[in-house]
């Protein structure tokens, strides 16, 4: 990885391009702490829900928002102007993924040029539209904390536009990134939000030593062992794939024979990535969400479920860790189609050894994706929940002290590693194109 950095660096236009991709970072940060009008922050570090939802300072409790918060790289939990960080894009993303499978014309659009281009353009406008949306209920809960200063409804359309107006920025950000800088806009937006959080880290592990010096030194020393081998873990599994191999039949064209390759059809064992762990977090803060508009008192049942929800108990694991399964089978059933893969083999002259061509070949892909999707769906869930069950033991040792970064640290490794592994492809890829001189030289 290094190596391939060097050398991107010695080339004039591929070094342009990760500068002009770390001035975008930079520009992004900077507008990360940007306050907007008529919001104190001050406000909130005094609120006690603020410390519940926010920070995670209660007891064997985790944040309600952790996730999205190291997703924004902690604007989300300072109000500033890129609070909604990239949130917005992706679910829009992942909306029309979902509606292409539902919507035959939007699958046939997705097949062409011109229909990706027609798709981004209706992507952007459901960014802004989950925007507005997620600005006014933002808007709401801040309004409840006590953040706002100033209350009225020109105040409310100011602090609503700002923040609309920061993820439509966000968006065009990592759009620019695309165009001019190295690729993956997105994912180089979410990679620097991750590792912002770095210092705050290494300050909360600090407290945690100073305040608790035997079991804060065994946490942290614990901590940094696991999540080494936790790196090595996933890149082993996003690396790992499930190769079927696939041969194509001979063809005699004129006087020329054509075909008779043997190659394979990769199956890989992460294929969803990080969006299953998103979507089961997504479920698990649906109470708390609802608690946010609806405010409910301390000793009613719904009060006591939602604290039971944003608990690290047993039952809570177990549920995310099923949900997490759930929905890596529903991603890979909306992302990966056998029956169009299969029809692509046959139209080609492809075929698996020992399968027929056509419905034989579907029904064995799909058998194969599914004991891969379950491998893969396991180690996934592993991944997200040990670190929540590390922490629920070892807050017995560190009562009172809940480090987020570490209860979300198996969803940010994924996150980091995915996009550090598919970065150093993209910069590969552009620097094979630059040194193949073609068939005329």
């Given at each position: 990885?290094?190596?391939?950095?060097?050398?991107?660096?010695?080339?004039?236009?591929?070094?342009?391009?990760?500068?002009?991709?770390?001035?975008?970072?930079?520009?992004?940060?900077?507008?990360?702490?940007?306050?907007?009008?008529?919001?104190?922050?001050?406000?909130?570090e005094?609120?006690?829900?603020?410390?519940q939802?926010?920070?995670?300072?209660?007891?064997?409790?985790?944040?309600?928002?952790?996730?999205?918060?190291?997703?924004?790289?902690?604007?989300?939990?300072?109000a500033?102007?890129?609070?909604?960080?990239?949130?917005?894009?992706?679910?829009?993303?992942?909306?029309m993924?979902?509606?292409?499978?539902?919507?035959?014309?939007?699958?046939?659009?997705?097949?062409?040029?011109?229909?990706?281009?027609?798709?981004?353009?209706?992507?952007?406008?459901?960014t802004?539209?989950?925007?507005?949306?997620?600005?006014?209920?933002?808007?709401?809960?801040?309004?409840?904390?006590?953040?706002?200063?100033?209350?009225?409804?020109?105040?409310?359309?100011?602090?609503?536009?700002?923040?609309?107006?920061?993820?439509?920025?966000?968006?065009?950000?990592?759009?620019?990134?695309?165009?001019?800088?190295?690729?993956?806009?997105?994912?180089?937006?979410?990679?620097?939000?991750?590792?912002?959080?770095?210092?705050?880290?290494?300050?909360?592990?600090?407290?945690?030593?100073?305040?608790?010096?035997?079991?804060?030194?065994?946490f942290?020393?614990?901590?940094?062992?696991?999540?080494?081998?936790?790196?090595?873990?996933?890149?082993?599994?996003?690396?790992?794939?499930?190769?079927?191999?696939?041969?194509?039949?001979?063809?005699?064209?004129?006087?020329?024979?054509?075909?008779?390759?043997?190659?394979?059809?990769?199956?890989?064992?992460?294929?969803?990535?990080?969006?299953?762990?998103?979507?089961?977090?997504?479920?698990?803060?649906?109470?708390?969400i609802?608690?946010?508009?609806?405010?409910?008192?301390?000793?009613?049942?719904f009060?006591?479920?939602?604290?039971?929800?944003?608990?690290?108990?047993?039952?809570?694991?177990?549920?995310?860790?099923?949900?997490?399964?759930?929905?890596?089978?529903?991603?890979?059933?909306?992302?990966?189609?056998?029956?169009?893969?299969?029809?692509?083999?046959?139209?080609?002259?492809?075929?698996?050894?020992?399968?027929?061509?056509?419905?034989?070949?579907?029904?064995?892909?799909?058998?194969?994706?599914?004991?891969?999707?379950?491998?893969?769906?396991?180690?996934?869930?592993?991944?997200?929940?040990?670190?929540?069950?590390?922490?629920?033991?070892?807050?017995?040792?560190?009562?009172?002290?809940?480090?987020?970064?570490?209860?979300?640290?198996?969803?940010?490794?994924?996150?980091?590693?995915?996009?550090?592994?598919?970065?150093?492809?993209?910069i590969?890829?552009?620097?094979?194109?630059?040194?193949?001189?073609?068939?005329?030289?």
């Amino acid at each position: 990885m290094f190596k391939t950095l060097a050398n991107a660096w010695k080339m004039a236009d591929l070094r342009k391009k990760i500068l002009f991709t770390l001035m975008i970072i930079l520009v992004y940060r900077v507008g990360a702490c940007i306050t907007v009008p008529f919001i104190s922050f001050n406000s909130l570090e005094i609120n006690e829900y603020y410390n519940q939802y926010f920070a995670g300072l209660i007891a064997g409790r985790i944040p309600t928002f952790g996730i999205l918060n190291i997703l924004s790289g902690n604007a989300f939990s300072q109000a500033t102007l890129f609070a909604l960080g990239v949130s917005p894009y992706i679910t829009s993303s992942i909306v029309m993924q979902l509606l292409a499978v539902a919507i035959p014309t939007l699958e046939r659009m997705s097949r062409s040029e011109d229909g990706k281009k027609k798709i981004n353009s209706i992507t952007r406008v459901v960014t802004t539209g989950i925007a507005l949306i997620t600005s006014i209920g933002y808007y709401i809960y801040l309004r409840n904390l006590g953040a706002v200063l100033e209350k009225g409804f020109f105040y409310a359309v100011v602090i609503i536009s700002c923040y609309c107006a920061g993820s439509s920025l966000v968006m065009w950000l990592a759009e620019k990134i695309n165009d001019h800088g190295i690729g993956n806009g997105i994912s180089i937006i979410l990679f620097a939000n991750i590792v912002s959080r770095a210092p705050s880290l290494a300050v909360e592990i600090y407290d945690m030593i100073k305040n608790k010096p035997l079991g804060g030194t065994i946490f942290s020393v614990c901590a940094c062992l696991f999540m080494l081998f936790l790196l090595w873990f996933i890149i082993f599994i996003t690396d790992s794939e499930r190769r079927i191999p696939v041969q194509y039949a001979k063809k005699v064209v004129g006087r020329k024979m054509y075909g008779g390759q043997n190659t394979n059809l990769p199956i890989k064992l992460n294929m969803t990535g990080v969006m299953p762990i998103i979507f089961a977090s997504s479920i698990m803060n649906i109470p708390q969400i609802i608690n946010m508009f609806v405010n409910a008192k301390s000793d009613s049942w719904f009060a006591k479920f939602v604290q039971y929800c944003s608990s690290i108990t047993v039952p809570y694991i177990i549920v995310n860790f099923v949900l997490i399964v759930a929905f890596a089978y529903f991603y890979v059933a909306i992302s990966f189609n056998p029956t169009e893969v299969a029809g692509n083999l046959q139209k080609n002259g492809g075929s698996i050894p020992g399968i027929r061509p056509g419905k034989p070949t579907s029904d064995f892909i799909k058998k194969v994706l599914s004991r891969i999707t379950l491998i893969g769906a396991l180690a996934l869930s592993v991944v997200a929940v040990l670190p929540t069950i590390i922490q629920y033991i070892v807050n017995l040792c560190v009562r009172g002290y809940m480090i987020q970064d570490f209860v979300f640290g198996g969803s940010s490794v994924i996150i980091v590693v995915g996009i550090i592994l598919e970065t150093v492809k993209e910069i590969e890829t552009q620097m094979s194109m630059r040194h193949y001189k073609g068939f005329l030289e």
